[in-house]
């Protein structure tokens, strides 16, 4: 069955006290439009589309940067969802199937449950849930599934407002009904706007079929205020827990586990307390990850070890059997099998050979103010501690750097490099210099009172 989306994501959010529009706020290192977009994703749609209105070039960028073969629309006045949908329906012009209207705003929509809404057979279908408490929400006037109107809270009376059945906004409806129902939208209601609710009613006036589809409150979660992202962001975290542990990875203490939206945790994999996932990370199967870590862009192999107190940034790429200690922190650099990194090191812009050890201290002086260079060291070298690589320099295959060394040109294989200065020993002055230092000190203390 043909899909197409559109993303309703236009509003401004005042209630957020931002500058940012509403659904670039982020939950799990993600906008809201990105959740939202993952979930229609999962239809494999033939089009989507994003409306956008308020910070539409920001807007357009979040979604293009996501899916870059998505349209964006502008709705230039925001005058009701069903507005909205008149601007998105040029772009869809040609498409024959069914059309899913979702909020850049509501992030925990279920692939499954947009599937269930594809199959009802109406002609229109509508996504709603039983509220604890209905509040504000749009009520659906529902009989055995069968769906005669929905009613904006504003308009309905106090019976209506009884019901607890309520609206997530979310609605199917097939591609060239849902245009010939949109054009003949009013905004004769109390906010003056056009409801694209209004549809059903239309619908049903037309003798055409509507139905109900259900799904848990927690699925249609809407995002308007900074409680609401917090408790989003706790919603989206005890869920993405509990898939890991039920996917065989152990959480050594899950509350304090924070995984983005794209993380991907492998089977055996252990994670200790404290571990903040950033976009864009893939542990693989039995990789250990130390307590207080903070992992970003990178990508972990079967047996590395990594931590504690480690940072991965954007494009660290550890083979198997990597050890990353603490204190080490690795960007766009190559570590391949079995190289060890203990602590206390920097290693940016490099690629490391197999077995290699870089002792304490290490730094790869990759940036001159103005462009960064590369770092290559070769398999079963030994980089000593406190070594100042200044890139770009290669050390070769077996070679070593002594201690304290500061490395500004190639190594070649099986070279022992050093590059410190000649010290010089002094017998006794230091005995002379402390008892120097302390007279100046009782001067100054003593002309302190």
Known sequence: MATALILLAAGQGTRMNSDLPKVLHKVAGAPLLHHAMAAGAALAPE????????????VAKAALSYDDTVAVVRQEEQLGTGHAVQQALPALEGFE?????LYGDTPFIQAETLDAMLVTGADVTVLGFEAAEPGRYGRLIAHDGALDRILE?????????????????????????????????TNDNAAGEYYLTDIVAAARAMGRTARVVTCDEAETMGVNTRTELARAEAA???????????????????????????TWVGRDAIIGQNVVFG????????????????????????????????RLRPGAELAEEVHVGNFVEVKNAILDEGVKVGHLTYLGD??????TNIGAG????????????????????????????????????????????????????????????????????????????????????????
Not at 236 to 243: I, K, L, V
Not at 281 to 300: K, M
Not at 396 to 421: F, K, N
């Open 47 to 58: 089009r989507v589309v994003v409306v956008a209105g308020h910070g539409a070039e920001a």
């Open 279 to 310: 976009p864009g990370v893939t542990v693989e199967s039995g990789a250990e990850i130390l307590p207080f870590c903070h992992l970003e862009g990178c990508h972990i192999s079967r047996g590395a070890r990594v931590g504690p107190f480690a």
């Open 97 to 101: 199937g069914t059309v899913i209207v």
């Open 350 to 355: 490099a690629h490391v050979g197999e077995h």
């Open 153 to 185: 809270f504003k308009d309905a009376t106090e019976e209506e407002r009884a019901i607890r059945l309520c609206n997530s906004g979310v609605i199917a409806v097939e591609a060239r009904l849902l245009a010939q129902l949109v054009a003949g939208l």
């Open 362 to 449: 290490t730094v790869t002086c990759n940036y001159d103010g103005v462009m960064k260079h590369r770092t290559e060291i070769g398999a079963h070298a030994f980089i000593g501690s406190d070594t100042m690589l200044v890139a770009p320099v290669r050390v070769g295959a077996g070679a070593l750097t002594a201690s304290g060394s500061v490395i500004t040109q190639d190594v070649p294989d099986g070279a022992l490099a050093l590059g410190r200065a000649k010290q010089e020993t002094k017998p006794g002055l230091a005995i002379k210099l402390f008892e120097k230092l302390r007279q100046q000190k009782a001067r100054r203390a003593e002309g302190g009172k």
């Open 236 to 262: 989206f975290q005890a869920r993405a827990r509990a898939e890991a542990l039920d996917n065989g990875v152990t959480l050594s203490a899950p509350e304090t586990v924070f995984f983005a939206l794209d």
